[in-house]
């Protein structure tokens, strides 16, 4: 079995690992940071819910990671949303997935945004899948362990 067990972890995709966007100072409350793709790598903490059923919370920089308008942020002082974190035995990855699925069946997850969409600035974002693209598809390496 592949769960993931509470603690630190840099996440990758494809080799580049994720962090949330530098944004200078900011106001009170702070609004909701991108997460994105590139670096400096950030460390994460992968908090379990219902191990049974892959589900659990991630935060970066102490904020948790929610889904907002098909993107995925950080944000401080609001609920954290539960993700399913599956993996793919045939990947040697995972996929991070909405808990319940936006269509009928189609599961929806964290995707890197693909190097012809300069629009996104690098920030993931939250897209449908039936099987996962490399895009959808996220190494995590376990820090602080001696």
């Known amino acids: ?9 840099l996440i990758n995709n494809m080799d580049t690992p994720l962090g949330v966007s530098q944004i200078g100072n900011l106001p009170e409350p702070p609004p909701p940071v991108p997460v994105v793709l590139g670096p400096p790598p ?15 919370v991630i935060l970066v920089d102490r904020r948790v990671t929610r889904g907002q308008d098909d993107r995925v ?10 993700w399913a974190i599956n993996y793919r035995e045939a990947e040697q990855a995972y996929t991070i997935e909405v808990r319940t699925p936006i269509g009928p069946l189609e599961p929806c997850g964290w995707t890197a945004p693909s190097r012809d969409e300069p629009q996104n600035m690098g920030q993931i ?11 959808q598809l996220f190494k995590f390496e ?5």
């Not at 942020?73 to 539960?82: G, I, L, R």
């Not at 974002?125 to 895009?135: G, I, T, Y």
């Open 142 to 146: 376990r820090v602080g362990l001696e």
């Open 125 to 135: 974002l939250l897209r449908m899948f039936v099987e996962p693209c490399p895009e």
């Open 1 to 9: 079995m592949h769960r993931l067990a509470y603690g630190q972890y």
């Open 42 to 56: 950030y460390i994460f903490t992968v908090v379990p819910v219902d191990v049974a059923d892959n589900t659990y």
């Open 73 to 82: 942020f950080a944000f401080e002082n609001s609920p954290a949303e539960v």
